[in-house]
């Protein structure tokens, strides 16, 4: 009998600690604000013994090719097309943020979308989001891009607008004030649609969620707690990142910009109180198809999202 006691508790220790204490996390950007809820999430699971090491790559397809050959364990972007593509079973698993993002270009040039006919236009990085929404209104307002860059940071595309090396790009809303700001009367923000889908999602290759399920939990249950303590007092995320000491080396302008950005995004619903989930998954599918992004049309949620870290933790925070 107490053989078969020992090995319950054996058992029921080994599925509440975390299998793996240390998450490799790869970002295919340059941190900055929109960073600021994973930071703080990133602190607080520190203190519950999963130490999370977020790692900025120069790009998000070096960041989602780190994850999918076993470099990092969890990425952060929508690589929907790679997913498609490779063999190896990715999933996506939580929902950061949604898509608010504003393209830009210098009225000195163009004025209209149909302006962009034939030019050049500067995004994100190949596969983001930020080029599947410059793709989709390509395909509504029938134009063609001459050429698409790839500038990875929305504060280096922002700096190479103001100093006229971009003439058209897109932009998240703290970079989009800030160029707005510095340059008053020389910049157009183009009209955009109500788009749903992933700005940043988090995913995984499908073995290692499956054998680290308590780490991960802590994880996500810690962005859903700061998503949650921001979208009830936006200012809460200006007092975390004083207190935990993050991005000090923020210059003093894109600083005046965070408690405005987080304002913002709370107004728009960006930051989801429950991960997004099945909402998330079929908005996403139904976007990335239409952007072009996914080329198959039978694309089913099961092979892109896993909703088992979500569920595990949105029943711990109930």
Avoid: C
Wanted: charged share 25%; glycine share 6%; net charge positive.
């Amino acid at each position: 009998m107490f053989k078969y006691l020992a090995a319950a508790l054996i058992a029921l220790l080994s599925s509440s600690a975390p299998a793996q204490s240390t998450l490799k996390y790869a970002l295919g950007d340059v941190v900055s604000i929109d960073e600021l809820p994973l930071l703080v999430a990133v602190e607080r699971a520190k203190k519950r013994g999963v130490n999370v090491e977020v790692t900025a790559f120069k790009s998000e397809e070096i960041a989602t090719q780190a994850v999918i050959n076993g470099q990092a364990d969890i990425g952060q972007g929508t690589p929907y097309a790679a997913v498609e593509k490779v063999n190896v079973p990715i999933r996506f698993f939580y929902q950061l943020s949604s898509l608010q993002f504003y393209p830009i270009v210098n009225k000195e040039f163009y004025k209209s979308w149909k302006d962009l006919d034939g030019q050049e236009i500067v995004v994100h990085a190949r596969g983001s989001g930020t080029e599947a929404i410059m793709n989709l209104m390509a395909k509504q307002q029938r134009i063609k891009y001459k050429n698409v860059s790839y500038v990875p940071g929305s504060q280096v595309r922002a700096v190479g607008l103001l100093k006229g090396n971009i003439k058209a790009s897109i932009l998240d809303a703290s970079n989009k004030n800030y160029v707005m700001k510095e340059a008053p009367g020389k910049f157009i923000i183009l009209p955009l649609g109500r788009v749903k889908a992933s700005d940043e999602a988090l995913f995984a290759r499908k073995e290692f969620l499956e054998k680290n399920q308590a780490a991960v939990a802590v994880l996500v249950e810690e962005l859903i707690r700061v998503n949650r303590q921001i979208n009830k007092d936006p200012g809460s995320i200006v007092a975390e990142r004083k207190k935990l000491g993050l991005l000090k080396d923020l210059p003093a302008k894109l600083e005046a910009e965070i408690l405005p950005y987080f304002k913002e995004g709370v107004e728009t619903g960006i930051f989801p109180n429950d991960g997004g989930g099945e909402r998330a998954a079929k908005n996403d599918l139904e976007f990335f198809h239409l952007s072009g992004a996914l080329k198959s049309a039978n694309t089913k949620v099961e092979n892109f999202w896993t909703f088992a870290p979500l569920k595990a933790a949105l029943a711990k925070l109930k």
